[in-house]
Antibody, heavy 118, light 105 residues
Framework: EVQLVESGGGLVQPGESLRLSCAAS????????MSWVRQAPGKGLEWVSL???????YYADSVKGRFTISRDNSKNKVYLHMKSLRAEDTAVYYC????????????WGQGTLVSVSS | SYDLTQPLSVSVALGQTARITCGGD??????VHWYHQKPGQAPVLVIY???KRPSGIPERFSGSNSGNTATLTISRAQAGDEAEYFC????????FGTGTKVTVL
């Protein structure tokens, strides 16, 4: 059974950094495209970042240069390193497994809340 | 950037049919996927690649896509169908629609 479990969210001040983790089970993260998608309180879904099975990474313009996605195949985990956090980064961050390139998300984690506030 | 526009809300009487639209420039040339999301929960895929249903999704859910509009249709609406519905396409990343709150009366 596929499961995605996020962790690492919390309350931080503007300008600080945070690392989110996504522990996967039931499949190998090295073989699939993995995304992070966020949802600000009361708002819609916003794609943040994607890491290809080959290791290449892509980012939404809103986080480019501040966020870094990475993967540890030995731990079967995906990470989102976030720096220079802003109030507008406040959201629930979901880890998501893509079915393939340019396609849809077939599994979602339950999300972890990141709050950026002074 | 590519934008997807959905109505803010759709209301449907119990047992009737709800249609949720997703508008985008020449969206008919793209694969459209639909998710529903209930409060406090993660999204769940209900339609993929315009018309296909994942296992476990009732036949009451169907999709179409042509021109500048994709449509998710919920037939014989049930109280359990109340949720936020999002469309999604790929355009150098996942692009999600603005979301539609479906209320079953």
């Amino acid at each position: 059974e596929v499961q995605l479990v996020e962790s690492g969210g919390g309350l931080v001040q503007p300008g600080e950094s945070l690392r989110l983790s996504c522990a996967a089970s039931g499949f190998s993260v090295s073989s699939y495209y993995m995304s992070w998608v966020r949802q600000a309180p009361g708002k819609g879904l916003e794609w943040v970042s994607l890491i290809y099975s080959g290791g290449s990474a892509y980012y939404a313009d809103s986080v480019k240069g501040r966020f870094t996605i990475s993967r540890d195949n030995s731990k079967n985990k995906v990470y989102l390193h976030m720096k220079s956090l802003r109030a507008e980064d406040t959201a629930v961050y979901y880890c998501a497994k893509d079915i393939g390139y340019g396609d849809y998300v077939d599994y979602w984690g339950q999300g972890t809340l990141v709050s950026v506030s002074s | 950037s590519y934008d997807l526009t959905q109505p803010l809300s759709v209301s449907v009487a119990l047992g009737q049919t709800a249609r949720i639209t997703c508008g985008g420039d020449n969206i008919g040339s793209k694969n459209v996927h639909w998710y529903h999301q209930k409060p406090g929960q993660a999204p769940v895929l209900v339609i993929y690649r315009d018309t296909k249903r994942p296992s476990g999704i009732p036949e009451r859910f169907s999709g179409s896509n042509s021109g500048n509009t994709a449509t998710l249709t919920i037939s014989r609406a049930q109280a359990g169908d109340e949720a936020e519905y999002f469309c999604q396409v790929w355009d150098s990343g996942h692009v999600f629609g603005t979301g539609t709150k479906v209320t079953v009366l």
